[in-house]
């Protein structure tokens, strides 16, 4: 059976735990290793390892990447996970948990920084590279063997070496025949892990899991599916196409082929980025209109440095409310010209803001860009407001003052 070893990267067919070359016990052995093609990338605890790496003192203590006791849990390292504490907590309960948790405040460019230096690695090995998030993505690696003169996984065993070398953090691979099955393997070893499912497996391997494995399954499917008898994926893939779609419509066949573990989705790098959006918690409930305009401004700060960073112009904006009671309200307004101006983005959603501000107390608000477009369509001024141009050019020189001197160097009043 073809077995890799993850730390020298050769391969062999010997069997046993360590490896004949330097005696490595990190070996991954399968049927179709040299077979397979398309990996899903997933960077360890990212926000977590990266401040670990930046403050060894704290790599042998649970750290929780977060803010205030009223916010959520951003990221955690796997020791804080072990004590119960998951990314999207409340602070209050992951403290609870884990009293003895440093506590560090977010510090996105930095984890942004690190992100693309990982992608630029990945595009080092084939431009299939698609980006689920900042510290996660898909690779197809089908014909790149005459390349790099190895097979794909012995290539990505090389990814996840030289991005502990030269970043300082791990990551873990899942490959396998296709994007569905690599996204279950990479979840099958974490962290710092190596997963593999082949294609004449995948069937056998899933039909035990539970229904909420598959990506997109939530409860309230899962309770429809539950209510019709189908707690295992192995229940779904003795469907066939037409009783799936009778009992669960037109999704119903797909839902019954994705539990065999059958995905026909292409690995796409140019996969459409649909919303950039910034959003904070507040340390006690606001109901003030003008208190609730000084985050928002904040928000719309850093929505305006996101678009630019990353390319994009909003076409409209979507303001987001969290009521004291956890009721989330959402509005939306169109732009006449595409921006990436803060003061334009406050401008358009300070009027839906006044709308709600009606004594109700929130705990939570976001800017959100909805449509993005093209970041060179912005704000090149109309006759409606033929000062964007010169405001922009402001906003860039406070930005770059801001990258050299820091955050507070510049700050407009209605930010305080």
Partial sequence: MPTLCRDCLSLSD?????????GSRRRVAHAELTQLSIAHIDCDAFFASVEKRDRPELRAKPLIVGGGKRGVVAACCYIARTRGVRSAMPMFKALSLCPDAVVVKPEMAKYSEAGHRIRAMMQDLTPLVQPMSIDEAVLDLSGTEALHKRPPAAVLAGLALRVEREVGVTISVGLAPNRLLAKLAVERDKPRGFAVIGAREAAAILAPEPVTVLPGVGPVLARKL??????????????SVREAAQRFGEDGPALAARARGEDSRPVDPHRETKSISAETTF????ADLAALEIPLWRMCEKLARRLRQQGFAAGGVVLKLKTAGFALRTRHARLHAATRLPDTLFAAARPLLAKEADGTAFRLIGIGAQPLVDGGSADRGD????????????????????????EDVVVKGRGR
């Avoid at 010997?14 to 330097?22: K, L, N, R, V």
């Avoid at 539950?226 to 469907?239: E, I, N």
């Avoid at 340390?283 to 606001?286: A, G, L, V």
């Avoid at 409606?384 to 141009?389: G, K, T």
């Fill in 14 to 22: 010997a069997a046993g735990p360590a490896c004949a070359g330097c």
């Fill in 226 to 239: 539950a209510a019709q008898g189908f707690s295992t994926l192995g229940q779904l893939q003795q469907l």
């Fill in 283 to 286: 340390e006690s409930d606001i």
């Fill in 383 to 406: 006759l409606l407001d033929a000062e964007a141009p010169r405001r922009a050019a402001r906003w860039q020189a406070i930005e770059a003052l801001r990258a050299k001197f820091g």
